[in-house]
């Protein structure tokens, strides 16, 4: 299927699943593959190190259904599914007070629960990976997802999170011409390895 398009509902053109899944980096599949373990973990009542070697021998680079699951880089993807676990009462305190006040973490749904988890925990636990490059890359995660307003929820939120924990990295006031920091009127952040 090289080389194929496929029309989204939203009318845009993308490459094909097996295409984009090559694209991806293998930090961003690692995260995309959290996303979806925590999900699974979620609905099944999985622990972590039942979900960690599922993820690692059957869906992590592997065609499942036709459908090509992208690489990740293995020790990422460890520390931020066990992490995400190991920290979640923080990380969901941390959720609710960024969220709108009448909806806590509880009431929002599977999957975009566990974007924000992932999300929130590199924001708070990994000052390795630069707080706009975290959320930049959740809210792709969310694209993976959904076509509506989730993923500008997802931004939101986790710019939140980000201007409480790392004020240092979100200090830029956000302004039409200069949003996230980065050059002026590029409406980007400079670009960091994630």
Do not use: C
Request: aromatic residues 6%; negative net charge.
């Amino acid at each position: 299927m090289t080389g194929i398009t496929e029309t989204r509902p939203d009318g845009t053109v993308q490459d094909a699943p097996e295409e984009a899944a090559r694209a991806i980096s293998p930090r961003s599949g690692a995260r995309l593959a959290v996303v979806q373990a925590l999900y699974e973990m979620d609905i099944s009542g999985k622990g972590v190190l039942d979900a960690l070697a599922e993820f690692e021998a059957f869906w992590i680079g592997q065609e499942v259904d036709g459908i090509l699951h992208p690489k990740a880089e293995t020790a990422f993807f460890r520390d931020l599914l066990r992490g995400t676990v190991e920290e979640q009462r923080a990380i969901d305190q941390k959720l609710d007070q960024a969220l709108a006040q009448g909806w806590p973490l509880r009431r929002i749904e599977i999957v975009l629960r566990a974007i924000l988890r992932a999300g929130a925990y590199e924001l708070l636990f990994r000052p390795d990976v630069p707080a706009p490059a975290a959320i930049s890359e959740y809210v792709d995660v969310a694209h993976s997802f959904y076509t509506a307003d989730e993923p500008g929820l997802v931004n939101a939120v986790l710019d939140r999170v980000a201007r409480e924990v790392r004020p240092g990295e979100m200090s830029a006031p956000k302004s039409a011409g200069n949003k996230g920091g980065g050059k002026p009127g590029s409406g980007k952040p400079p670009a960091k390895k994630a």
